[in-house]
């Protein structure tokens, strides 16, 4: 399932059966996934955890998942699962010490911090709330915390297949040249996909393009480390 600039209500279904789907990402040459629990991130609790489970079960992805995970009780089950790496969006803002704490006990190679930005601001809550915290305070505060990986989504710019915001990474990766910073929202062709790894991006997260055959997984099979 795919929303739209985080609406629920423009939600849609491409694949009942996310295992498939992994699996055929697996067989066409990928073997990283970004898996994000909506209804987890909906309910504020991890919901689709055997998905999850299964997934990392029958396939060799290596899986960072995300959505729900609020405690510590969460955080462990979704390693107990399979999960490679967990990423925090909402919980990195509202639960500072919290999030602190996970990279300090699973270290920094475990945790990607999630920074969803609306005009350069931070937003949380399944993107339904905006903050004034801004996007460059944030991550200069989680990179002395000594935060590695960074998924950055720029909201405007999810699922609606027009472009993705190139000019936002660059400032970010000029910025913090030993973030890995892996881009989010709005990746539409091979040639944005090119632009972006010219501009040193740790990797980049391509959904609803691929779901919608604007690039395909075999066009993808070259970019494979």
Known sequence: MRLTQGDYSQKKIYHSDPVA????????????????DLDGAKSNKIVNWKTLEKICNETDLKV????????????KLAFECGASQITGGSIAVKNR????????????????LGADVKDEKIAVGGWLEKTELDLFYFLKGYVAKGIEYVICTDISK???LQGTSIELYQ????????????ASGGV?????LNKLLEINVEGVIIGKAIYENK???KELQKYVD
Request: hydrophobic share 40%; no cysteine; charged share 30%.
């Open 188 to 192: 539409t062709s091979v040639d944005e």
């Open 97 to 112: 010490s919290l999030f602190g704490k996970w990279i300090d006990d699973f270290g920094a190679s475990k945790i990607i």
């Open 215 to 217: 690039i395909s997984l």
């Open 21 to 36: 789907v992994a699996k055929e990402f697996e067989d066409n040459g990928i073997k990283y996934l970004h898996l994000v």
């Open 171 to 182: 400032k970010i990766t000029k910025q913090f040249p030993n973030l890995k910073l892996i």
């Open 64 to 75: 960072d998942f995300g959505g729900g995970i609020k405690t510590d009780e969460a955080i």
């Open 158 to 160: 999810d699922g609606l």
